[in-house]
């Protein structure tokens, strides 16, 4: 059971967390949506924290929160997107209706997906989990099986990365004969 | 360890995530929703890991890494679109309407 206060911060992080993505949907103009993305993030973050997820919760700050959101506000302002007069870019009311509909179709499925019980065999116990978090810390604790089990995976990561690279530099680039 | 909890939100951000994708136009948005919806799936995977070991969270590293590449790679495309168009939103992008 745990105690109060933890309670009390992850309900408040949790409502940090929505109510910055409804702002960061509703806002029209994308600077302050991307803000509010970053708040989201953020609270994001301490919600890894306060589930021992520590190195991911830094990792989110890092890449996420500083990294990806500062390339969208990069280009934001590269196209000099933002000016008042073209700012509605929401659907029509119908258009709106049927994404609010299937909105919440997809979140009464997703909610009963995950008040389903998983097998009990797959469960790791508590005591396991705390013993492995106190003897490797919390870089190491992700590491080793990131660096033993699923090394090939990660390497692979390095090939994505290299052709996203690439990939951007070639469409990004302006044709000499354009 | 407040794990129904997580799976709840993380649940509602993802479905707010796929909301904007539905009701916004502006391309640059969408794609923000679209990190929106990965940062859902990320919270979950964390949550996961809770109970089923530390899996979760080297999953986690890579829809990070998958995440920005695709960010890098659809931004540039937006960047190319916008050249074309001089506008991002994409009512304007109906090519292939027939």
Not at chain 1, 108 to 114: E, S
Not at chain 2, 72 to 85: D, N
Request: with cysteine.
């Amino acid at each position: 059971m745990p105690d109060f206060f933890y309670r009390l911060h992850f309900y408040l992080f949790g409502l940090i967390a929505i109510a910055s993505a409804l702002a960061f949907v509703t806002r029209k103009s994308p600077v302050a949506a991307a803000l509010w993305l970053v708040n989201t993030m953020f609270s994001l973050a301490a919600l890894y924290v306060m589930m021992d997820a520590h190195f991911i919760g830094a990792i989110q700050v890092l890449v996420y929160a500083g990294a990806i959101m500062v390339v969208f506000l990069f280009v934001v302002m590269l196209l000099n997107l933002g000016h008042p007069d073209e700012l509605s870019d929401l659907r029509g009311k119908w258009g709106r209706l049927a994404g609010g509909l299937l909105g919440l179709a997809l979140l009464a499925q997703v909610m009963a997906m995950a008040r389903t019980q998983a097998p009990a065999s797959l469960v790791q116990n508590d005591f396991a989990r705390a013993h492995e978090l106190r003897d490797l810390n919390a870089v190491s604790a992700v590491a080793k099986p990131l660096f033993n089990e699923h090394l090939l995976a990660f390497e692979l990561t390095s090939l994505v990365l290299l052709v996203a690279i690439v990939g951007a530099v070639v469409l990004g680039k302006r044709r000499a004969s354009a | 360890m407040m794990i129904p909890e997580a799976l709840a939100l993380s649940a509602l951000l993802f479905t707010i995530g796929v909301v904007g994708v539905l009701t916004r136009r502006n391309a640059i948005i969408i794609f923000m929703c679209v990190e929106l919806m990965l940062n859902a799936v990320n919270l979950s995977f964390v949550a996961f890991s809770r109970l089923y070991g530390m899996t979760g969270q080297v999953f986690v590293v890579f829809v990070m890494t998958v995440a920005a590449a695709e960010a890098a790679v659809g931004l540039a495309i937006i960047i190319a679109i916008f050249r074309h168009r001089q506008s991002v939103d994409l009512s304007n992008i109906n090519l292939l309407k027939g």
